[in-house]
């Protein structure tokens, strides 16, 4: 864990460099241009060793793995997440169900498809849900699609894709009484039913497609609105009867808005006014009016954008985008790491800011620099300065100290090349010569000499370019 630490680090300082190719991040110093703004992360963990960790990392037990189900690898992670997220968060009163999508699988993947209206298309998409308040994502689900290997829970009961779906997502808040704001791709009224007998409200958007949702006179209400004034609201109380949920109310409200007609379904709310003007033009006078929203559209306008600020943070990061891997597993693991710090660092501003209402909210980039320290650093986990790692790819065995701290060192007599490994007290091993008093050349000026940094035995620095090297690792991991 400790090492693998260091690697999740490793790849974030990655992820900070735009357009950087892994191996300008292990090439030395005196090797590079100037003008080249990867760091040197050899220091940190070897090549070889950080090239194994991105390609033999085992993300689920391979005796679970089942020949007809093509998502195996992934599911454990799921359940992780939303078990680990449903144990620390308590989400608040508004929730917003929506789609986020992992960046660009490879065509072919399981799951794999094409969404036209997200900012990346293509790839595997998830459905999220996201506390109103903070934007933190407490729950996903893959979308499966023509991969599925079996039936999804509440389909056969139900009879319904959608209505199942939103069970499944909302599983953990039942009759909670909490609201689920949802867009029209989730536009049936079975489904928001179905959440009103599991004891949750909900505010849907409705919108024609084929044709109107069943049991919504979409029409009618259209033809009606359209006669009112702009910013004018009516609602329509209806009744939903089934044998499994009994006879829910629900009401169908239509809002005339100045370029279209809104039609939302609630189970929640009185359709009263919310003292919150928000302005419009008139399409006729072009005049510029104030108009009021019902509490069911205000809260709804407040809180659907709350998976996609999450989805927006998470792209600006780039943490997913420049992690080059075609490994498909490898995609979802930066999907689920990018989208853990995001959470975190939404909810870090978030707490800071009810301390402190003068506090200034950190950007991805401020976060990203405390995350990296901790997580390359990492002492609190109590390991071993001289852990050994399992090897490089050359077959030698090697090790990376524990600990990252820096102090000038200088060999003892008979010491010579740097053998990559550490002995059990944590110390370098180095290779013993005939000469007594060896040298090698300075990594930055070339000059002959026997000192080095404790961080890395392997790279020989005179005093002066030692000191360059301190206030190199300063300004970079500085917090």
């Known amino acids: 864990l400790h090492e693998l630490l260091k ?10 460099v735009n357009g950087g190719v892994v191996r300008n991040f292990f090439t030395t ?39 007809d189900d093509k998502f195996w690898e992934v599911r454990e992670m799921i359940a992780d997440f939303n078990s680990h997220m449903t144990d620390i968060f308590e989400a608040g009163l508004h929730m917003c169900l929506d789609e986020s999508m992992a960046y660009g699988t490879v065509e072919g ?22 506390d109103a308040v903070t934007h933190i994502i407490m729950r996903m689900e893959i979308v499966e699609g023509k991969d599925a290997s079996k039936e999804a829970e509440f389909v056969s009961d139900l009879k319904s894709k959608t209505a199942a ?73 209806g009744r939903w009867s089934s044998e499994a949920t009994g006879d829910i109310d629900f009401d169908l409200c239509a809002l005339r808005e100045s370029k279209f007609i809104s039609l939302t379904v609630s189970t929640w709310g009185k359709g009263e006014k919310v003292d919150f003007r928000r302005v419009r033009r008139h399409p006729t006078t072009k005049q510029l009016i104030d108009i009021q929203y019902p509490d069911q559209l205000h809260h709804y306008y407040r809180s659907r954008h709350s998976v996609d600020d999450n989805n927006n943070l998470r792209h600006n990061g780039h943490f997913e985008s420049e992690w080059l891997s075609q490994n498909w597993i490898f995609k979802q693991f930066s999907f689920m790491l990018s989208i853990c710090e995001v959470n975190s660092l939404r909810a870090y501003n978030f707490s800071q800011k009810r301390r402190d209402p003068r506090f200034v909210p950190l950007t991805l980039n401020q976060f990203r620099e405390h995350v990296i320290q901790g997580l390359i650093t990492n002492t609190e986990l109590g390991a071993p300065a001289g852990a050994e790692d399992t090897g490089s790819s050359s ?31 944590g110390n ?38 030692y000191a360059n090297h301190r206030v190199e690792v300063a300004m970079q991991f500085q917090i």
């Open 7 to 16: 690697f999740i680090g490793m790849r974030m300082i990655m992820a900070s």
């Open 29 to 67: 110093p005196q090797s590079k241009s100037e003008y080249d703004p990867c760091p040197y992360l050899g220091k940190i963990m070897p090549r070889d060793r950080f090239m194994q960790y991105s390609t033999r990392l085992i993300f689920a037990d391979p005796e679970l793995k089942q020949d």
């Open 109 to 130: 993947c399981p799951g794999w498809m094409v969404v036209p209206r997200k900012p990346w298309p293509f790839g595997n998409e998830y459905h999220t849900i996201a």
């Open 165 to 237: 779906l939103l069970l499944r997502m909302t599983k953990p808040w039942w009759h909670t009484g909490r609201i689920i704001h949802c867009d029209s791709g989730f536009g049936v009224l079975q489904a928001c039913t179905q959440l009103r007998h599991k004891g949750l409200y909900t505010t849907t958007v409705m919108k024609k497609k084929r044709s109107w949702p069943r049991g919504i006179p979409g029409a009618h209400a259209e033809r009606c609105a359209k006669l009112w004034d702009v910013g004018e609201s009516k609602a329509l109380r």
């Open 395 to 425: 077959g030698r065995r090697t090790s990376v100290p524990g600990s990252l701290s820096h102090k000038l060192c200088s060999k003892t007599k008979y010491e010579g090349k740097f053998l990559n490994r550490f002995d059990a007290a």
């Open 428 to 465: 370098p091993v180095f290779q013993t010569t005939s000469c007594a008093y060896s040298k090698q050349l300075c990594q930055s000026c070339s000059t002959q000499v026997r000192t080095y940094c404790k961080c890395n035995p392997g790279c020989a620095l005179c005093a002066e370019c």
